[in-house]
């Protein structure tokens, strides 16, 4: 692999304050996935991140969660399956009132995990974006992990595209450590920018109990709000330009 899309979760803006360093982050990725609503953002950081896309030519994604900015959406919920599609197609449309183009849609947190297990959530996730596709005349690929998710979004016709993780850690069937454990998170710019040339030279990624396991990635994850997101961000970077790897968006 050549080129990679990096990615970040973006426009976490809670109660009027930033969860992150957007503009340092907007000129180090490729894609930003922006909070619409559900669990962070608002009007106001929805153009923000519209226009420091423009300014950095980053390409920009729409990040629905469960509607629960009390728990920042990393609570599982089970909404009926009509009531999530509303939801989801309220943030959509939220993020599209700003004035984005839209290229891919990411769910987050705990929803994230959920479309990736159930079934039914993953249905209803799909066929909000499957609505909004046909409103814009173009199918919106789905950014995410494996699971159920991928055959829902198949079966709508839509794209799906794999993302790695490279500030989580890695159980070793594949998922992620829950964010309760000490070693759920990894903040070591040297570690990250290793681990990222790794999943870019054989897609594989080291897993918390020291087993090496393989990752099938196109995306590589960075998230806005870790407090050493952006010198992650630049290492990552560093490294991938120094390897030749070409940081750039598949939408």
Not at 73 to 79: A, E, N, Q, V, Y
Request: hydrophobic share 45%; charged share 25%; with cysteine.
């Amino acid at each position: 692999m050549r080129d990679v899309d990096l990615n970040a979760d973006l426009g976490e803006t809670v109660d009027g304050m930033p969860t992150a360093d957007d503009e340092a982050m907007f000129a180090l990725v490729s894609s930003a996935s922006v909070a619409c609503g559900g669990h962070a953002g608002d009007d106001a950081s929805m153009r923000a991140s519209v226009e420091r896309a423009a300014r950095y030519g980053v390409a920009i994604g729409a990040h629905p969660s469960y509607d629960d900015r009390a728990n920042f959406g990393r609570l599982r919920r089970d909404p009926s399956p009509a009531d999530l599609r509303a939801s989801v197609a309220r943030q959509l449309d939220a993020l599209a009132a700003a004035g984005v183009d839209l290229r891919y849609v990411k769910p987050h947190g705990a929803l994230y995990h959920a479309v990736s297990a159930d079934a039914g959530q993953a249905a209803a996730v799909v066929a909000a974006i499957a609505d909004h596709s046909a409103r814009l005349g173009r199918p919106l690929p789905v950014l995410g992990l494996p699971g159920a998710i991928v055959e829902a979004a198949a079966s709508a016709g839509l794209p799906f595209v794999h993302e790695a993780f490279l500030d989580r850690g890695y159980t070793a069937n594949g998922g992620l450590v829950p964010r309760d454990r000490p070693d759920a998170l990894v903040d070591d710019p040297a570690r990250v920018a290793e681990r990222a040339l790794r999943l870019v030279a054989d897609g594989t990624v080291d897993t918390v109990d020291g087993t090496r396991i393989a990752v099938d990635a196109a995306s590589l994850c960075l998230h806005g709000d870790s407090p050493a997101a952006v010198a992650m961000a630049r290492a990552v970077r560093a490294a991938l330009d120094g390897a030749g790897v070409e940081v750039r968006a598949p939408w």
